[in-house]
């Protein structure tokens, strides 16, 4: 698949057949293959203003296990899309780039992950939605950022629980529920560019901007900040705050839909390690509205899982659904 200049977009769009005003053939496949385009807040913009639905982890999964359409395309990394065939496999299920990934979901591979798993026979398995299906069909709850504190709370105190892949994650839900977890020590890679100085120094100079945190930060960093949430939460929060300006450390791509929001409010996204763009995931950033129409056209890629795991995965999806 070609990378697309935005410069050059006509001439590279006229070379594949892609027509110039996107947005309206985009609409028009959703209807002709009755789709629903779901899109998560690290899309580029282009693609959450075509989306007929945007949200977090928990809200595409709640979305995309209630939804009537045929066709699901989603908008988002692999371990998302995973997601929705488990909870809709006999539906076709489009991801426009199969290559996006998650440095956190490939941060817990399935085999070492059971040879833990396998040395912990008195623990249960509480995985963040960010892992692989093999990963969810080794788990016995699925939890995601927004709702991880909920559910652990929801388990009986007296039992032992392994909390995977994200230590992060981990650490703030042992903080807000004082619980101990034994913890896979993976991480985001997005997540954990954030600089701590940085971020200090930019409050210095925004000392009126409240600061607001994804829990898959590190904990030096979640320390300087106001509010810790998910995307949607962060979203919700600079919405209800009467603050007027934040710094925003999560991925940037959040920032559209805040801005969208509250135009008058100023959102500052966090400073990374380096003068670098990664403070946007490489991962979600593969797809583009072009490889979306293209999905959508040609009907592929599409995700597949063999029976059984998906069988294994939807399990402890559905108790989270059911949990939160
Ligand atoms: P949420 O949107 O559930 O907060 O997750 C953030 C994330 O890292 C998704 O990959
Ligand atoms: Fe994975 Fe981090 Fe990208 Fe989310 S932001 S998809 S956790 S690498």
Redesign the pocket.
């Known amino acids: 698949m070609p990378v697309f200049v935005t410069a050059n977009r006509s001439a590279t769009q006229a070379d594949l057949g892609i027509p110039q005003d996107l947005f309206a053939a985009i609409e028009r496949l959703k209807r002709d293959l009755n789709a629903i385009v779901l899109a998560?807040?690290?899309q580029e913009a282009d693609i959450q203003d075509v989306a007929d639905y945007i949200g977090?982890?928990?809200g595409l999964s709640q979305k995309a296990a209630e939804t009537d359409a045929e066709v699901i395309v989603f908008a988002g990394?692999h371990f998302m899309a995973e997601t929705a065939k488990i909870l809709n496999p006999d539906k076709l299920v489009l991801l426009p780039d199969l290559a996006a990934g998650?440095s956190l979901a490939d941060s817990c591979p399935p085999e070492a992950f059971a040879t833990f798993k396998a040395q912990h026979p008195d623990h249960i398995v509480v995985s963040y939605i960010?892992c692989t299906a093999e990963i969810k069909a080794m788990s016995d709850i699925i939890c995601?950022?927004?709702n991880a504190v909920k559910l652990v709370n929801q388990i009986p105190t007296m039992q032992p629980i392994i909390f995977a892949p994200d230590r992060n994650l981990g650490r703030y839900v042992m903080q807000q529920t004082g619980r101990e977890l034994l913890l896979w020590d993976g991480s985001?890679m997005v997540h954990e560019t954030f600089s701590e100085r940085k971020l200090v120094e930019l409050k210095v100079a925004h000392p009126q901007a409240e600061i607001i945190a994804?829990p898959?930060c590190e904990p030096p960093v979640l320390a300087h900040a106001d509010f810790i949430g998910?995307?949607?939460a962060l979203l919700n929060y600079s919405q209800r705050s009467p603050s007027q300006a934040f710094i925003v450390v999560t991925?940037a791509g959040i920032i559209h839909q805040m801005e969208k929001a509250v135009p008058g409010k100023q959102f500052i996204p966090a400073p990374p390690m380096n003068q670098c763009a990664c403070n946007e995931?490489p991962h979600m950033r593969l797809n583009t509205l072009e490889k979306l129409y293209l999905a959508m056209k040609h009907q592929s890629p599409e995700i597949t899982l063999p029976e059984a795991i998906q069988k294994a995965a939807l399990k402890p999806i559905q108790r989270m659904l059911a949990m939160s």
């Open positions: 998560h807040y690290y977090d982890s928990l990394v998650c960010n995601t950022s927004s985001c994804h898959e998910s995307t949607t991925e995931c």
